[in-house]
Structures are given as structure tokens and as C-alpha cells.
């Protein structure tokens, strides 16, 4: 029996997708002495897994390094190890078209691979953030065109990864788990999978809609709360008002207000792509979603304004956007990590390339990144570059390995769309603030 399996920890447990979401919870699985198998197609990947060499910030590699060495985790391109598997997880990539409709090829072409190899008394979970009705709509379908039974052969679950790159508190072992299954059996062979490799609470749900839903839900409430935040820093700036003030000022309430901050936009693989699941979905049942749209239309929106703003303040100086010196600080979403995946930084580039600037990217903690399809390797800020520059736009809040003093110092202008700069205490008349 599965259930025995988990308990005993002989259980062998597959993990399809390798990324930011996939190999940390392959590493905490199989520290939770599991044996693990990871499984992606990027064969560059796979190799480093077995070599121990990590590629995610948030995985410890000393933790790596041992669970390969000892064989408790591997890694492979052959699906045809998931023969030996007893727990498929499905952790891959779940994309946004250029029209903004969910693009489910890697979890379909994922289950048809389980599909061939799917065996009694299995468990598929899948991770992979979608709109409410996937795992029983598109998952179940394949799966069952085996013969075997959902519920009765196999076991199948929604159970929303929480992945926050970064976060120094909450990791994939101690965030809290959602999970609601394709029936009481697979929700109850799933919960007691994750309570063995967690050290969080699991909070089980009616099915696998309730889950999906509640991972849309979370990412909704940030969307709509930093689309309003934006607006009210475009307004707040229009009528001469210091927004980051106004923020501070209402976060003394110790009730009924939580705040947001503004920002070129807002970047990762979850708040700016899963609203628009739900908005899909919701058109099957002749709903408009006005407010999650209008809310993405206004996050879309900043990095324009960023750019508008900066063309200002080199106008204020007699300085024409074309043809001017950008010092652009922060390609990554978000701070002090180096994923750039629907970072508002590479649109505020896009904006200022537009407008004939010459903008040079220093970041850090990103070596080189894609843009156009053209490999761009940043650059080491350095007391020269700060003064070759006509204004330096902030557009990632790194708060370590970048000389913020050394910049104000020495750049003409800068524009800080992240409010970093008074952590460090620094400001002056070249120093401006979205």
C-alpha cells in the first residue's frame, strides 16, 4: 500500500521540472529521506543535479552535494524511470501567450508521459499554478485513458506550490501546504505525503478546484493591491505628495490597512501571470473579470511611466532622452536574487531603447540575461561608470552589493523607483524617488 510506503519512507518519489519550484522540493523530499528522482528535459540540468552543482538560490548546496553523493536524489531525462516511481509531482512551467491565455503544453505533454507509465496504487500531484478545473478537466482525462480508475487505481491531487525566491523566513519546508485531491482517498494519501516532508501545517480543501483557486486568490490579492498602489503613487507624485510618506504614515494603523509599495511594474512567474488564469476561466462562465484586468493594465503600464518620469528629470536639466547616458541598476524582479523571469526591469529597457537612449545594466547578482533575444552581460558599477551616466534609474531593490553611496555621489541624476535608498539613509538634491 502507498500509504505504508510514505510512512516507512520507502516510497520512491518523481519530480518533473527541475526549476525554481521542482528542485527545492526534490532536495526537501529527499531530506526528508525519501529517494528522490528528478526528471526535466534541459539535459544541462539533469547533469548538474547529479553533480551536486546547484542552480536555485534558495537551495542550500551543501544540502545538494550530500543528497547526490549518496544517491538519495538523482536526476535524469529518461521518463521511463517513472516506472519506479510511486509519487509523480508535477512541478512545471505553466506560461502566459501573447494574448494572455493560459499555454498548458508542459503540463499535457508531462501527463501524457505519466500516462505511459502510470501504475496501480500511484500518486500525481500536480504543482504547477493553473485555473480552477485543471487537475479534474485536462489531468484526469489522460490519466484514465489508461483503463485505471482515478481514485480507485491512481490517486490524483492539486496541491499549489508557494515559492517566494528570496525569502529568507519562509522556504518550501516550513510555508504551509494547500491540498485537495481528486476524491477522499487521493486527498488523504497526499496530506500525509507532505506532512512527511514538511515541517508546516497541510490544510486540506474540498478538491482540487478549492486548491487551484486558492493559489489564484493569493496572487489576485497582490495584482489588485500593487495596481492601486501604482495609481495612487501617479496621482500622489502629480499633486507634489511624497507617496512613500503617506505609506509609512498609514501603516501606523494597527488595523485594517496592510501596505503595498509602488515600483516599475511587478515581475516573477506568479503575480503577473496567475490572475489571468482565473480570467480565462471565468469567460467558460460569461463572467468579465474587470477588475483583475484593469488592474494588470495599470502594473503594465509603469514601466512606461518609469521612463516618462526619467525623461522629465533630464529635461528639468537640458537633457534629451535620446541619446542619453542610463545607468539602469537591477535587471531581477526583485531583490538580492538573480531571476529575471517577467522582471518590469527588461520592459523599462525596452522603453528606453525605444526612446534612443544609451543604457548600460548593472546588476550584480545576474551575470547576463536575454533581451530581444540577444545575450546582454552586465556590468560592475564603478565610480567611472556612475559618472558617465546622465541619470541612473533604481529599478531592483538589491540590498547588498551595490555602492548606493558611491552612486549618489557621483551620478547626476538618480531616480529610485524602489525607495532604496533611505534604508541607507542617503538623499540629495539629484536624488529623486517614484
Keep these: 500500500m502507498l500509504k505504508e510506503k510514505i510512512l516507512n519512507r520507502t516510497a520512491v518519489i518523481g519530480v518533473i521540472g527541475l526549476g525554481y519550484v521542482g528542485l527545492p522540493l526534490a532536495v526537501e ?9 528528478g526528471f526535466d528535459i534541459q539535459q544541462k ?8 552543482q546547484n542552480y536555485i538560490g534558495d537551495v542550500v548546496t551543501e544540502d545538494l552535494q550530500i543528497l547526490a553523493k549518496s544517491g538519495k536524489l538523482t536526476a535524469t531525462t529518461n521518463f521511463d524511470e517513472l516506472h519506479n516511481c510511486d509519487i509523480a509531482t508535477i512541478c512545471v512551467p505553466t506560461p502566459l501567450d501573447k494574448f494572455k491565455q493560459p499555454d498548458l503544453t508542459y503540463v499535457i505533454n508531462t501527463a501524457k508521459e505519466i500516462s505511459k507509465r502510470l501504475h496501480k496504487e500511484m500518486l500525481i500531484v500536480l504543482e504547477s499554478t493553473t485555473y480552477p478545473g485543471t487537475t479534474e478537466e485536462v489531468l484526469k482525462p489522460i490519466l484514465e485513458e489508461t483503463g485505471l480508475k482515478c481514485g480507485e487505481d491512481f490517486y490524483l491531487a492539486f496541491s499549489p506550490e508557494r515559492v517566494d525566491p528570496g525569502n529568507l523566513i519562509y522556504k518550501t519546508k516550513n510555508t504551509p501546504k494547500v491540498v485537495g485531491g481528486v476524491g477522499s482517498a487521493s486527498t488523504e494519501i497526499a496530506r500525509i505525503l507532505y506532512e512527511n516532508v514538511l515541517e508546516a501545517p497541510v490544510f486540506v480543501v474540498s478538491s482540487p478546484k478549492e486548491a487551484e483557486m486558492s493559489k489564484i486568490l493569493e496572487n489576485t490579492f497582490r495584482i489588485v493591491n500593487i495596481a492601486l498602489i501604482n495609481e495612487m503613487a501617479i496621482v500622489a507624485e502629480k499633486m507634489g505628495i511624497n507617496i512613500w510618506e503617506v505609506i509609512e504614515a498609514a501603516s501606523t494603523k494597527p488595523f485594517g490597512f496592510m501596505p503595498f509599495y509602488p515600483g516599475p511594474g511587478v515581475g516573477g512567474h506568479c503575480i503577473p501571470i496567475d490572475p489571468f488564469y482565473l480570467t480565462y476561466k471565468a469567460r467558460e462562465y460569461d463572467y468579465h473579470t474587470r477588475l483583475i484586468e484593469l488592474a494588470g493594465e495599470i502594473n503594465d503600464y509603469m514601466p512606461q511611466y518609469v521612463v516618462q518620469r526619467a525623461m522629465q528629470l533630464l529635461n528639468e536639466k537640458r537633457k534629451c532622452m535620446n541619446g542619453a547616458k542610463v545607468l539602469l541598476l537591477g535587471i531581477a524582479y526583485k531583490g538580492d536574487i538573480d531571476d529575471v523571469r517577467e522582471s518590469p526591469a527588461l520592459k523599462v529597457l525596452e522603453h528606453l531603447e525605444k526612446n534612443k537612449a544609451s543604457t548600460i545594466v548593472v546588476d550584480p ?70
Design 365 to 434: 547578482y545576474v551575470e547576463r540575461f536575454l533581451f530581444n533575444n540577444v545575450e546582454i552581460s552586465t556590468h560592475e558599477l564603478t565610480e567611472d561608470l556612475c559618472k558617465w551616466a546622465d541619470i541612473a534609474i533604481i529599478t531592483t531593490a538589491h540590498k547588498n552589493k551595490i555602492d548606493y553611496r558611491m552612486l549618489v555621489e557621483n551620478c547626476r541624476l538618480v531616480f529610485d523607483t524602489k525607495n532604496i535608498l533611505k534604508n541607507f539613509g542617503l538623499k540629495g538634491e539629484n536624488v529623486f524617488v517614484l
Design 29 to 37: 523530499k529527499a531530506k526528508a529521506g525519501f529517494k528522490v528522482i
Design 45 to 52: 540540468r539533469v547533469n548538474m543535479v547529479n553533480q551536486g
